[in-house]
């Protein structure tokens, strides 16, 4: 199987159930974020994304917020299904070098 | 967006060799990235690779290692060289492009990923 996740935390729900996902970022001068997912042999895909002059941002079953106090991210699955199984990332941009950093990563498993 | 045509998706090599992976992409792009994902990590950012300039290499990454062509506006490569084990990886292609879903203009679509491993 795949070896990316091995060390990652991971989030285990029921199916149905609603999913917070949480990622803390470095750098109090960025100024966007994404959070992407990647499935088994894929690579990220867009999921939603925030500018920081917002604290909360909704897309289809999905909401994110930003917490700039505490330099913080989180992402919200409402009723989670098994196809939402997959690694999770948020990432932050980096005007300086125009470049995205990504965070640690977690494995969301939903259970049937 | 723009859709990534990573070439080979799997190898696996022998020890002091080198590989180069191929980026293909449907549009033309200005800023191109290379990405690691070493077992159970997050992604790691190797180069930033502008057409008709040098790739801007982030630290730990080194030209020699990890040599980058970017001939053209749709095309890159990224050359892993004098491979060990510790280079076992999977190494993702990014570019910056305009979307039409999210709050900015511009965003960054990823191809599928070459999976390395090195014996």
């Known amino acids: 199987g795949e070896s990316v996740g091995l060390h990652l935390p991971t989030l285990s729900v029921q199916e149905g159930d609603n999913s917070i996902i949480n990622c803390a970022y470095s750098n109090s001068a960025s100024d966007y974020f994404i959070w992407y997912k990647q499935e088994s042999g894929k690579g990220p895909q867009f999921i939603i994304d925030i500018r920081s002059n917002m604290d909360k941002r909704q897309g289809q079953r999905v909401t994110v917020l930003l917490n700039k106090t505490v330099k913080h991210l989180s992402l919200q699955i409402a009723a989670t299904q098994p196809g939402d199984s997959a690694v999770y990332f948020c990432?932050?941009?980096?005007?300086?070098?125009?470049?995205?950093?990504f965070g640690a990563g977690t494995i969301l498993r939903v259970k049937s | 967006s723009a859709v990534i045509s990573q070439k080979p998706s799997r190898d696996i090599c022998q020890r002091g060799t080198s590989l180069t992976i191929q980026c293909q992409v449907d549009s033309q792009v200005t800023m191109m990235f290379w990405y690691r994902q070493q077992p159970g990590q997050s992604l790691t950012l190797i180069a930033t690779a502008n057409q008709g300039s040098e790739a801007t290499y982030e630290s730990g990454f080194v030209i020699d290692k990890f040599p980058i062509s970017r001939p053209n506006l749709t095309f890159s490569t990224l050359t892993v060289s004098n491979m060990s084990p510790e280079d076992s990886s999977i190494y993702l292609c990014?570019?910056?492009?305009?979307?039409?879903?999210?709050?900015?203009?511009?965003?960054?679509?990823f191809g599928s990923g070459t999976r390395l491993t090195v014996v």
């Open positions: 990014s570019v910056e492009d305009p979307q039409e879903q999210g709050s900015s203009p511009y965003g960054y679509t």
């Open positions: 990432a932050e941009f980096r005007e300086y070098g125009n470049k995205l950093v």
